[in-house]
């Protein structure tokens, strides 16, 4: 089967009958930019059910559930992982969709697709592989993601990958540097002529802050981390804690602090929604075309911003620097840093499947199948890294420096 880019889809009877609802401006499976190798349409789904299905299915969605979002994986059950914030991240997205009548599905393949490129650890991971990366084009999630979906993943006869529609593609890639977007083509087009992404896409985006906003508040109480006294001086809390209180005079604890966190986000979907309608009606855009054309067309207004983004450096300075967690941030350093430069002194340690066989021959120089992808020793490395949960990576180390009598 041969690479097109540009597969055109072609409104089926079930693709017309599923999005009949949509708003002009929202992206229709039929007129998606295509798949890269082309396939049969699917017979009872949209093109983006069936990319959110196929990343519900992948293997790189399972590992989530064991990495890191703020606190590593083994600190508690109830802290959020990558996995619960991206199902939340999809339910406030979704929320916003239907609203504003754009396609649902595809803003649901948007957020649970977000963050598979995570390394291990989160951020602190992902900074660390970076550094290592520095002399070989470096590492950043965002790309991570998509060579995920457009490379890493094994599950199909056909590909390399998910083989996801553009729009899908189009919207896990939320930053990318100018050099990284010449060498996308298609993709990295937008980042080169300053054009936006589709409405799914800008809406994902917004959600993932409301999401780890909010539950970095939840799981930054719970460890004791933060505490209620120092959120007082944030106005965002303050205003719904107090209406909290002042409608529940009896609830305190943990209720107290749900009721708390309910009502902000549902102020945040709910400005979020009527900002971007009047936006939507100001610009009156009529197409997808459109959309891409006109500037963000999915923001809050400037007073929930301001709150929004009070509580983003609140939780900046008192939650993701704080010194239990800069411990834990140190450890993940030396833990990849550890591996990666382990793998590259000896890469006869890796698993065969990340070792480099040899010179890239004319013959796989001309293969299809991956014709752009850095196959460099150093970031099948880094793919190897990135691909492991917390505990993997902790046990891969153990296995590597730790000599005991087992
Ligand atoms: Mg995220």
């Not at 064991?66 to 083994?74: I, P, R, S, W």
């Not at 396609?103 to 592989?129: K, M, R, Y």
Request: net charge negative; hydrophobic share 35%.
């Amino acid at each position: 089967m041969s690479e097109t880019e540009r597969q055109v889809f072609v409104a089926t009877p079930t693709s017309f009958a599923l999005e009949a609802h949509l708003a002009p401006y929202a992206a229709h499976s039929a007129a998606s930019r295509g798949r890269r190798y082309a396939e049969q349409p699917p017979s009872a789904r949209t093109e983006f059910q069936r990319d959110r299905d196929r990343i519900v299915h992948s293997t790189a969605f399972r590992r989530l559930e064991y990495k890191t979002q703020v606190f590593v994986n083994h600190e508690g059950d109830l802290f959020r992982t990558r996995l619960t914030h991206s199902l939340e991240v999809a339910q406030i997205a979704r929320s916003v969709a239907r609203n504003l009548r754009v396609n649902e599905d595809l803003v649901e393949a948007i957020s649970l697709a977000h963050d598979l490129g995570h390394t291990p650890f989160g951020h602190a991971g992902q900074d660390a592989l970076h550094e290592c990366m520095r002399d070989h084009g470096g590492f950043e999630h965002n790309l991570q993601s998509l060579a995920v979906v457009d490379q890493l993943e094994e599950h199909y006869g056909a590909f390399n990958g998910l083989n996801l529609c553009f729009e899908t593609r189009e919207g896990i890639l939320k930053h990318c540097s100018r050099e990284n977007a010449r060498r996308l083509g298609d993709l990295g087009e937008r980042f080169l002529t300053g054009r936006q992404p589709s409405l799914e896409a800008q809406i994902a985006n917004v959600a993932d802050e409301i999401a780890y906003n909010n539950h970095d508040v939840d799981d930054g109480l719970r460890s004791g981390f933060i505490t209620l006294d120092q959120l007082s001086d944030v106005c965002l809390w303050h205003t719904h804690h107090e209406a909290a209180r002042n409608e529940f005079p009896r609830i305190d604890g943990r209720r107290l602090i749900h009721e708390t966190i309910r009502r902000i986000i549902n102020t945040l979907i709910v400005d979020l929604i009527d900002t971007t309608n009047a936006n939507l009606v100001r610009v009156a855009p009529e197409s997808l075309d459109d959309v891409r054309r006109s500037p963000p067309l999915v923001e809050h207004s400037e007073e929930i911003a301001t709150q929004a983004a009070a509580l983003k450096r609140f939780l900046f300075k008192n939650l993701y620097r704080h010194y239990r967690v800069m411990r834990m941030a140190n450890k993940a350093q030396r833990i990849v840093t550890g591996l990666f430069n382990a793998f590259t002194e000896d890469p006869r340690l890796l698993p065969p499947a990340y070792q480099v066989r040899g010179p890239v021959t004319e013959e796989s120089a001309n293969d299809a199948a991956a014709p752009t992808y850095d196959s460099s020793q150093a970031r099948l490395i880094a793919h190897y890294i990135a691909g492991m949960t917390d505990r993997y990576a902790l046990k891969e180390y153990q296995r590597l420096f730790v000599i005991d009598d087992n």
